[in-house]
């Protein structure tokens, strides 16, 4: 199964990079405790309060405009920012053999907090 989703955050790409790839921030709006060293090779760990958890290599990291995670079941998501009037756009694109709860859906209900 795959998801695609285009969304504009009303923030600059740095500001969206550092929420999609600092552990810390991704706790405010993606998963309750997340793991991620944004390294070709690091790895990413995501949980959720229900007991869910997801595990993910980075597989290509272009600061501030890319970001590809392979999923332990087989799966992929492919995030990619671009400077958009009004703030960034972010396209997500995510795949999974057994659909579990997406980071493109997630990514919709996503409003970034402000410092």
């Known amino acids: 199964m795959q998801v695609e989703r285009e969304i504009v955050v009303p923030e600059p790409p740095d500001e969206v990079w550092e929420a ?5 921030r991704l706790e405010e709006w993606f998963a309750t405790e997340a793991e991620l060293d944004a390294r070709p090779g690091g790895e990413g760990v995501f949980r959720w309060g229900d007991g869910e958890e997801r595990r993910a290599v980075v597989r ?4 501030s405009e890319r970001l590809v995670l392979d999923w332990e079941d087989g799966g992929e998501v492919v995030l990619e920012l671009e400077e958009a009037e009004g703030g960034t756009l972010v396209r997500v694109r995510e795949t999974s053999p057994d659909f579990a709860p ?4 997630r990514a919709l209900a996503w409003t970034p907090a402000r410092a």
Do not use: H, S, Y
């Not at 290509?60 to 600061?63: I, L, T």
């Open 20 to 24: 999609l790839t600092e552990p810390e």
């Open 60 to 63: 290509e990291v272009e600061e």
């Open 102 to 105: 997406a980071l493109g859906l």
